[in-house]
């Protein structure tokens, strides 16, 4: 059995699609085709039923499915330990951050760990939980640090480290901001908007509702987190962000206008496998004591 083969099947099954696990990984249909085939013929066993709709698993299919993650998961972790040992890659944590936590309680946390280890390398790589959930499975990452992880893998394992409370943003001075005392206080206010994690944005346009206000209509749309800071440190636009994103950012306040309503937890994630190396443990223990402080701070 090739773990070539494997990888394919996982495409297919990740993306529901021949031709798109196909364009992905660079093949030919024919040649994923034949792949999957030489799969079955080994196993003597059907692993995947086409349908109009797509590739459905079969039971067989659902058998392989674990173990074939656990295999490329354990493979892809070698290789990468392999290299360093060998001289070939200095990367020691490969670590996967989504941008609400990369630019909030990761800027903190990050070079704390690279003082505490001075000679350590880190890879990191951004994203969300199903690209996070790809990347564990497939040994790419070591663990990654998200504020949301609905995950339905069972080979993921998840922890809550803590809780972030986001907050109202805008310059430091805003004619609105620097005077609300509720949400109400800023109907009049212009916005710029971006990607929520998971349940937030339900929440926040309930407590504007709460309030009497009608729900954010942005006039700004973005998901890049460095285009909203500087928008928002040069404008009167307003936005609503992570508290520690806001933190540490010059030139910005924060408000905490929904009396601790707007909570999202601190999520790690890992692969189900065995003890964690030092510098994950480490990683992990600096995440908790930061979210604890951040959360003592309001």
């Not at 079955?40 to 459905?56: A, F, I, S």
């Not at 504020?147 to 907050?167: C, F, H, K, M």
């Not at 805008?170 to 710029?192: K, N, V």
Request: charged share 25%; net charge positive.
């Amino acid at each position: 059995m090739e773990l070539r083969d494997l990888e394919y099947f996982l495409a297919v099954v990740d993306t529901g699609s021949m031709t798109l696990a196909a364009r992905q990984k660079g093949l030919s249909q024919q040649a994923l085709s034949k792949s999957l085939a030489r799969l079955e013929d080994e196993l003597g066993v059907m692993l995947l039923e086409r349908t109009p709709k797509g590739v459905r698993l079969t039971r067989m299919g659902e058998a392989l499915l674990t173990r074939a993650r656990s295999i490329l998961g354990e493979m892809g972790q070698f290789r990468r330990d392999l290299d360093v040992a060998l001289g070939r890659s200095s990367t020691q944590l490969a670590l996967g951050v989504s941008p609400a936590a990369a630019a909030g309680i990761g800027r903190q946390a990050i070079p704390r760990l690279q003082r505490l280890f001075p000679r350590l390398h880190l890879r990191v790589e951004a994203g969300v939980e199903p690209s996070f959930t790809r990347m564990l499975l497939a040994g790419e990452i070591d663990l990654a640090v998200t504020t949301s992880a609905a995950v339905s893998d069972a080979q993921i394992v998840t922890t809550e480290l803590g809780q972030e409370r986001w907050v109202v943003a805008g310059r430091q001075g805003h004619p609105l901001l620097s005077r609300a005392e509720s949400l109400a206080d800023l109907a009049a206010g212009d916005w710029i908007y971006g990607p929520m994690p998971d349940g937030l944005d339900q929440r926040i346009d309930r407590h504007f509702a709460e309030k009497g206000v009608a729900p954010i209509k942005p006039r700004i749309t973005s998901s890049s987190i460095l285009f909203g800071l500087s928008i928002l440190i040069g404008t009167d636009l307003l936005a609503i962000l992570p508290r520690s994103m806001v933190g540490g950012a010059t030139g910005l306040m924060g408000r905490d206008l929904a009396d601790g309503a707007w909570m999202t937890p601190l999520i790690v994630m890992r692969r189900r496998r065995a003890a964690a190396s030092t510098f994950e443990t480490s990683l992990i223990d600096i995440l908790t004591e930061e979210s604890r402080r951040l959360n003592a701070a309001i």
